[in-house]
């Protein structure tokens, strides 16, 4: 049965584990998902700018679909959590395409990137996305992130994506607090708000947020359930302690090795592996011991609190 999402809660962007052989590692995205699952995530995105999408094939990512909706409901008997679908494509009708195979696979929304290579300007990026929108029926969650896509969706231009029902949230990737502000001033409640910068999350969530789409959740979602539950139960000094133990970690979010990063501290948590698809590749030498040291190190201080 479909599950719509709320656009509420923790949303991880899943990473996509690969074998040694470069071939999808299902046994092991199972597992990653099992531990959201175990931590009280409140829903999936797949296919995402951890997810490696831009080498990700489309016969794949709906495997990838396919798997995370099978193994979406299995902490609670006839209950599972949303599975989004990220949509990252250059061409228009190729993210209509897309749109409309991951609906028919039954994804239960989508996260929308703007054209990815060209830089569109703001007519051309609320055309891009009205016309994905008007394409499907799923729900939308628009990924605002100029900071690396170069790409910002502005209040003004929400204006306009606000006539149509089904593009409902935002992940709010502007590494500017206070457009979380902007947002609610114009607009209210009529689109969910999504943190989605690791290291910005606590000021998010207490700024008004609803939601963290996370990335060091890959690796430690207990600790990021905990943070956004403690947030909104008013625990804030608790949900602070947490946060400071938790920031050198939430900074491997914020590198351009941001994959090799987490995909190293998900190996360290035993739920994840380190193998990635050319041409990125696996960490090695200073850069993988440093990167180790302050994993092992903020385990280690976990463990001993």
């Known amino acids: 049965m479909p599950q719509t999402p709320t656009w509420q809660g923790v949303y991880p962007a899943l990473l996509t584990p690969f074998t040694a052989d470069d071939q999808l590692d299902l046994p092991l995205f199972e597992t990653n998902i ?55 494509e250059q061409a228009t009708r190729e993210a209509i395409a897309c749109a409309r195979e991951a609906e028919e696979n039954g994804a239960d929304g989508l996260m929308l990137l703007p054209p990815m290579r060209y830089y569109a300007d703001p007519r051309e990026t609320v055309v891009f996305f009205k016309t994905v929108a008007e394409a499907t029926s799923l729900p939308i969650m628009i990924y605002n992130n100029p900071f690396d896509y170069k790409i910002m969706t502005t209040v003004a231009m929400f204006r306009e994506l606000a006539e149509l029902p089904n593009i409902q949230a935002v992940k709010e990737s502007t590494r500017d607090l206070t457009n979380i502000t902007r947002m609610r001033n114009a607009f209210g409640d009529r ?38 539950e403690d947030i909104k139960a008013g625990r804030l000094d608790k949900a602070r302690d947490l946060y400071r133990w938790f920031m050198p970690l939430l900074e491997l979010d914020i590198h351009p090795k941001l994959v090799q990063y987490i995909k190293l501290a998900a190996t360290a948590t035993g739920i994840g592996s380190e193998f990635v698809r050319a041409p990125r590749l696996m960490l090695d030498g200073a850069e993988r011991e440093q990167v180790w040291a302050i994993i092992q190190g903020q385990i280690k201080l976990r463990m001993s609190n």
Do not use: C
């Not at 193994?71 to 599972?80: F, L």
């Not at 690791?198 to 963290?212: H, K, P, R, S, Y």
């Open 191 to 228: 689109f969910k708000i999504l943190g989605g910068v690791d290291t910005l999350a606590f000021e998010a969530l207490v700024l008004g947020a609803d939601g963290w789409v996370a990335g060091l959740v890959d690796a430690f979602p207990a600790e990021t359930v905990s943070i956004y």
């Open 34 to 88: 099992q531990a959201q699952l175990n931590a009280g995530v409140h829903g999936l995105i797949i296919g995402g700018s951890l997810g490696e999408a831009s080498t990700l094939s489309r016969p794949e990512k709906l495997t990838l679909l396919q798997t995370a909706l099978a193994a979406s409901g299995s902490r609670v008997p006839n209950e599972r959590v949303p599975v989004v679908m990220n949509i990252a």
